[in-house]
């Protein structure tokens, strides 16, 4: 695309440069060669606008082949049906009025040169049949790949003949343009000296017209930078920010933010950083998705501050300057926008440019939200809304590596619900799935935000609770104890109580899987002193047993207890029997 723009603004630019050559020696020519060079303007004139008419052609032509190898190329029938139409309805018959204009303009040429015009249209007919042949929508990949090696074959004629139409009307101009020079070879030292100010101006022009095209293609050069470094964001955070830095960066004194549509609190929330003092902080306080009239549109959403829109968006009115919304849709569903705010309004490329950026994040930002969810819900349990046993795992040696790392505290709960056989037993799966449930819920609403909760497996549930020593945790320990002794089951009396066992780091152990045996081991001392309890474990002084060895404790030797724990909090003495559930 790039090398047909500039094929075509070279052409324009070489036009333009001999218009102004011809314009300056006419303004100041001497009577005796103003009829040559005349007649030698109109004949350049007329082959250099054969010359564009065609390089016109030409584009549109490869666009049309481009379109249609796209349609033969692509497996989804609705994006080949939406490419076919643009053949149908927009390049094709473009394509039909520039060959006829091309045929007026090459009416008076010669026989010969009439008959290479035939051979081409002939050539293009072929690769138009095959373009617009009906029921290419719904071939089978075998009849489309076929297709498509007729199609390119029956091209390349095609353009190669448009190549030679160019090049020898092009060389027709130069010729003419002789010609006429040839004639003003009489002209005065005034006429030489005029023409060559006139050519100096002119190169002058074209160095102008090529700075321009460069910068006009800078925009394109951005897109696809934005476009490939999308594909290398982490999450939708980072991408988010990556279409703000973009946006912000190719739109001059634009200030940009990303808000997206949180479905399942029904609000509008920003999710990359607002501009100091912006008023959307208190726009979007409640806001909700519908509020934005971009989201509820499914189009952009302009104000320019002028003339009083008949419906003002209440998100982006007050901000100051113009403003555009662009909704950021994937499959006709909306799940975000784009505000932009500057004080000078957008140009209609500007807008053309943040619609192409958006469109092309939409669909990555959808793709890592659906990712993400996918994980979150890989490392839940469905039941209790509680990491699982995975994540548990996880959870255990990334926490355990930074409490080792930065030498801090570190405390572990291992519970066990009491009786859960008899509850399932007794009351049916459905109410023990019930009692789970409310656990999850207790264990939410009791814990602190950096502690971490989740399902072991069965009726069995594991606590971190990071810089914490052995007093806190005892304390966290008792309260989640005594949440849990609150659960009822409705219209039964069957009580829910748990069992807890605590270990820390490093006051009990030095390695993760010494944690979790001793914090094993306390847990059963629970259940064997009538369970309903918290039991911290103790080590004999020394260093850690390597291996399956089990743990050595201290039988009747008091530990210390912070005052609010209650004398069940008691110490653990050494099982080296296996938990069985109960």
Request: glycine content about 8%.
């Amino acid at each position: 695309m790039n090398a047909m723009f500039a094929r075509a603004a070279t052409v324009s630019l070489i036009a333009l440069f001999g218009t102004l050559l011809v314009v300056a020696v006419a303004a100041i020519g001497i009577l005796g060669i103003r009829s040559a060079t005349y007649q030698g303007k109109v004949i350049a004139g007329g082959e250099l606008d054969t010359a564009v008419a065609t390089s016109q052609l030409a584009r549109e032509m490869d666009a049309a082949y481009a379109t249609g190898e796209g349609a033969l190329a692509t497996a989804d029938p609705a994006t080949r049906s939406r490419l076919l139409g643009t053949l149908d309805t927009s390049l094709l018959p473009r394509i039909d009025a520039q060959l006829s204009s091309l045929q007026q303009l090459h009416v008076g040429d010669p026989p010969a040169e009439l008959a290479d015009l035939a051979v081409f249209i002939r050539q293009w007919t072929a690769v138009r049949d095959l373009l617009s042949a009906p029921g290419l929508i719904a071939q089978p990949p075998a009849a489309r790949a076929a297709l498509a090696s007729g199609l390119t074959a029956a091209y390349q004629p095609v353009s190669a003949h448009l190549d030679r139409l160019i090049m020898k009307q092009l060389n027709d101009a130069r010729a003419d343009h002789s010609v006429a020079a040839a004639s003003a070879d009489q002209a005065t030292r005034l006429i030489l000296g005029t023409a060559a100010a006139g050519v100096a101006i002119a190169w002058l022009f074209l160095w102008y017209e090529f700075r321009r095209v460069r910068r006009a293609l800078e925009p394109v050069q951005d897109q696809a930078e934005f476009a490939d470094i999308l594909q290398l964001a982490n999450g939708e955070d980072e991408a988010h920010q990556l279409l703000q830095r973009h946006l912000e960066r190719t739109l001059p004194a634009t200030a940009a933010v990303v808000l997206n549509r949180n479905n399942s609190a029904d609000r509008l929330e920003a999710v990359t950083p607002l501009p100091p003092g912006s008023p959307l902080a208190g726009t979007l306080r409640g806001a909700e998705p519908r509020s934005c009239l971009a989201v509820r549109s499914g189009r952009m959403h302009t104000e320019s501050g002028g003339r009083p829109p008949l419906l003002s968006c209440p998100v982006c009115a007050p901000v100051p300057g113009a403003s555009s919304c662009v909704p950021l849709m994937v499959g006709g569903e909306v799940i975000g926008s784009v505000l932009l705010s500057r004080p000078a309004p957008y140009s209609e490329p500007e807008e053309q440019r943040i619609r192409e950026s958006v469109s092309q994040a939409a669909p990555v930002l959808a793709n890592l939200r659906n990712l993400a969810v996918a994980e979150i819900r890989a490392a839940t349990d469905g039941l209790t809304g509680l990491p699982n046993k995975r994540a548990v795992t996880d959870a255990l040696k990334r926490t355990f590596a930074q409490a080792t790392m930065s030498k801090s505290p570190l405390g572990l709960l291992l519970l066990d619900l009491d009786h859960f056989k008899q509850v399932n037993d007794q009351h049916g799966h459905a109410a023990g799935d019930q009692v789970l449930a409310s656990v999850g819920a207790a264990l939410r609403s009791v814990l602190r935000n950096r502690d971490f909760a989740g399902r072991n497996g069965g009726e069995e549930f594991a606590v971190l609770l990071p810089d914490t020593d052995i007093g806190a945790a005892l304390e966290i320990a008792e309260r989640v104890r005594a949440a849990i002794a609150e659960i009822t089951l409705p219209g039964t009396d069957v009580p829910v109580t748990v069992s807890v066992g605590v270990a820390g780091f490093p006051d009990h152990a030095s390695t993760l899987e010494r944690l979790e045996r001793l914090a094993d081991a306390a847990l059963y001392v629970a259940k064997r002193r009538g369970r309903n309890r918290v039991e911290l474990a103790s080590v004999e002084a020394g260093p850690d047993l390597p291996g399956p060895v089990l743990p050595e404790v201290t039988v009747g030797v008091p530990v210390p207890v912070p005052a609010s724990v209650p004398a069940s909090a008691s110490v653990p003495v050494p099982v080296p029997v296996p938990r069985g559930g109960a």
